[in-house]
């Protein structure tokens, strides 16, 4: 199986072109098996690259535990790029099908390569049995749970995955993977929830820190940034424009109005090709 290694600011994942090649027969267990980085290639998880009857293109993205998600910002960005660069769809605007439907990609290019991909993501879903959550709110805003003795104010929104925002005061020191990890596996997520822990740096900008679904800690998440610019205004902690830093690297979020589609602007990298034995 022919496939190539990409991330979005750090959050990586091995792509597999199914235009050129059938798709692997069991992907979730291929996922487990490419994801690991000692015994495997090593990444985030695994994104298939199919055709599609309603887009330029399809992704199916697994997470390094085999689930699938329904969508991922960062990586539907790399996919945009692969469309780009290997002339699957070689335009500026590219239409990618994704499990919470199908998105628009605007491509700044340079040299012939995607450079720069600005995201549709889509309107933030902020109903309760939709995200899902059972806490209390739509969407719950600030509602307080407590986790291995943290009292925590959780935000909690979808752009495609559930998320969970939780405001520190100082980021870096958090305890994100004890604490995310608990936070995940909440019973008051029943599909369990991406956690994110932001510090809030000045009206137009956060850091940010992820502890991702499936996967633990990730360099990034893409529509986790989406749900912290939406946390942001809800909780009237941040504007509807923000540059979020996190530890791969910077994205630009753009929320217009409660009722309009979420932009999120950043950069594609594609890191090298190989085969995996069969």
């Known amino acids: 199986m022919k496939f190539t290694k990409m991330h979005g600011i750090g959050n990586d994942y091995v792509y597999v072109n199914c235009f050129d090649q059938k798709a692997p027969a069991d992907p979730a267990r291929l996922a487990q098996a490419v994801s690991d980085r000692h015994f495997g290639i090593g990444s985030d998880g695994l994104i298939l690259i199919t055709p599609s009857e309603r887009a330029d293109a399809r992704m199916r ?5 085999g689930s699938e998600s329904e ?28 499990g919470r439907g199908v998105l628009t990609l605007d491509i700044e290019a340079e040299n012939g390569k995607a450079k720069l991909i600005k995201v549709d993501m889509g309107a933030p879903i902020l109903q309760a049995s939709d995200i899902p959550t059972k806490l209390a709110g739509d969407p719950p805003i600030n509602a307080p749970v407590n ?41 008051s997520f029943p599909r369990k929830v991406n956690v994110h822990f932001v ?16 996967s633990g800690i990730t360099l990034a998440c893409g529509t986790g940034a989406c749900s912290v610019c939406v946390a942001g205004v809800l909780t009237g902690k941040t504007d509807r424009s923000i540059l979020a830093h996190l530890p791969g690297g910077d994205l630009r979020l753009d929320w217009p109005s409660d009722d309009s589609s979420i932009f999120m602007t950043g950069a594609a990298t594609e890191v090298f090709s190989g085969e995996w034995p069969a």
């Not at 993205?61 to 535990?65: E, G, L, P, S």
């Not at 539907?76 to 500026?92: F, L, P, T």
Request: some cysteine.
């Open 199 to 214: 510090q809030v740096i000045s009206r137009n900008e956060v850091k940010m820190r992820t502890w991702e679904r499936g």
């Open 71 to 98: 969508m991922c910002g960062n990586g539907i960005r790399c996919v945009a790029k692969y469309v780009y660069d290997h002339g699957i769809a070689a335009k500026s605007r590219v239409k990618i099908e994704t």
């Open 147 to 187: 986790v291995l003795g943290h009292d925590l104010l959780v935000t909690a929104v979808s752009t495609g995955n559930p998320h969970a925002i939780v405001y520190v005061d100082d980021v870096d020191a958090f305890p994100v993977e004890s604490v995310g990890a608990a936070l995940e596996v909440h019973p």
């Open 61 to 65: 993205m697994f997470n390094a535990d």
